[in-house]
Structure formats: structure tokens, C-alpha cells
T-cell receptor, first 113, second 117 residues
């Protein structure tokens, strides 16, 4: 069955440090890839998405992600995190087979002052 | 109001109660969704509506009953719930549902935190 894995449940980084959140998926074809962020008490917000073309995509709030077909990965990065980035981040994969999003379990980002 | 709103934000109910969750989207979208979010687990898609018609029901128990009277409003009627149904219930909308390589951004409400005693 198709699945999305976010191997890190929690990640703690210092403010100003760089960030990389990992996402791996299992699916034969190239899926549609998404990263969403959920701040405390709020709904999920789309950060960025990849459908085709340039494998490095830019999103909102200074985030970017890179699709690597050979590794079945779509990792999210930010060069310098801010305290306001503390939130939970979700990777999701869209499948044309059933037109549903398959979600990872999320990674909670904690920022150290 | 803008975006997607959900009421109530918190709900505590007994196993024999009947309650309803309400979702309203002010974005002019055609598709609406109910998701269940449990701690440490991936989001689970429950129902999808397109132009008020239900297009997906992911084997959700009948104690959850959705209703979509128009493309702006979505309800989730709850009855005879179990403690394991305690979760955050998220409503979302998108311009259109996914189809043929088109995946519109889903806009989420803040959710209803449901506790079943």
C-alpha cells in the first residue's frame, strides 16, 4: 500500500539555524507532493507543492523542498528558522489512482531561543 | 468571516449523546472534506463532497453522518460515539476535488477538538 513516512516525530533546532525535515513515500509513479504546516490551534496551511518540472520548489515563509526521484523523497528545508516557525509539519502525497491525499504522521518543530 | 470556519471549537460528549459539527467556507469552493486527526497518526480522510454530492466515504462507521446542504456548508452528525473517536476533526475546502492531474490547494479550518467520555 502507498505510504508516506516522516521519520522524525520531533526536531529541535536553535533559532537562526538551518532546518531539514524528511519525507519519504512509497509509490510506483511520480506522485503529487505537498508540505503543509499546522500552527497551534490552527488549521493546516499549504507551504509548497511539486507536480512536475524543476525538482527544487520554493514555498511561502522562506521554505523550499527538493524532489529526489531516486530516493523517493521530498525533504523540506529552510536556511534560517525563526521562533514563529515552531509548528507541526505534514508531508502529503496525491495519488491519481484514487484522487486522495496520503498523509505523513507529521514532524513537530521546536525552536530553541 | 473569511476562509474556513468550524464550530464548536471544543466538544465533550457522552457515548449516548447526539451532536453535530459545523463547517462553513467563505471561499466559493466546490469541494469540501472531513478529516480526522488523531495524535501521532496521519490525517484520515473521512468524506468528500463535490457540489453537495458525496463522492468519497472512506469506510467511515455509520455513527458519523455527513450532510452538505449547499457548497458552503458541511455538517458532521455524531451519535453513539466511542472513546476512540476522540480526536481533532478538520474541515477543508478546495476549488474543485482532485481529478486528472489537477490538485487544488485545500484550505483547512481550525478544527473541532472532540472528547468522547
Amino acid at each position: 500500500a502507498q505510504s508516506v513516512t516522516q521519520p522524525d516525530i520531533h526536531i529541535t533546532v536553535s533559532e537562526g539555524a538551518s532546518l531539514e525535515l524528511r519525507c519519504n513515500y512509497s509509490y510506483g509513479a511520480t506522485p503529487y507532493l505537498f508540505w503543509y504546516v499546522q500552527s497551534p490551534g490552527q488549521g493546516l496551511q499549504l507551504l509548497l507543492k511539486y507536480f512536475s518540472g524543476d525538482t527544487l520548489v520554493q514555498g511561502i515563509k522562506g521554505f523550499e523542498a527538493e524532489f529526489k526521484r531516486s530516493q523517493s523523497s521530498f525533504n523540506l528545508r529552510k536556511p534560517s528558522v525563526h521562533w514563529s516557525d515552531a509548528a507541526e509539519y505534514f508531508c502529503a502525497v496525491g495519488l491519481d489512482s484514487n484522487y486522495q491525499l496520503i498523509w505523513g504522521a507529521g514532524t513537530k518543530l521546536i525552536i530553541k531561543p | 468571516e473569511t476562509g474556513v470556519t468550524q464550530t464548536p471549537r471544543h466538544l465533550v460528549m457522552g457515548m449516548t449523546n447526539k451532536k453535530s459539527l459545523k463547517c462553513e467556507q467563505h471561499l466559493g469552493h466546490n469541494a469540501m472534506y472531513w478529516y480526522k486527526q488523531s495524535a501521532k497518526k496521519p490525517l484520515e480522510l473521512m468524506f468528500v463532497y463535490n457540489f453537495k454530492e458525496q463522492t468519497e466515504n472512506n469506510s467511515v462507521p455509520s455513527r458519523f453522518s455527513p450532510e452538505c446542504p449547499n457548497s458552503s456548508h458541511l455538517f458532521l452528525h455524531l451519535h453513539t460515539l466511542q472513546p476512540e473517536d476522540s480526536a481533532l476533526y478538520l474541515c477543508a475546502s478546495s476549488q474543485d476535488p482532485p481529478a486528472g492531474g489537477r490538485w487544488d490547494e485545500q484550505f483547512f479550518g481550525p478544527g473541532t477538538r472532540l472528547t468522547v467520555l
